[in-house]
């Protein structure tokens, strides 16, 4: 399951995060992550 552990214990969106960082896709992946991702996901969830 992609959130299990969400939001500090989740592997399965650590390792997204890791993948954008190495292909340089999101060098912001922090300040988006938490302005735009994170607030919608704790809602839905």
Do not use: Q
Not at 7 to 33: I, V
Not at 34 to 43: D, V
């Amino acid at each position: 399951m992609l959130f299990r552990g969400f939001p500090n214990e989740c592997d399965a969106l650590k390792s997204l995060k890791n993948g954008a960082l190495e292909t340089g896709s999101s060098a912001r992946w922090a300040a988006e992550w938490e302005e735009h991702a994170k607030p919608l996901i704790s809602e839905v969830i």
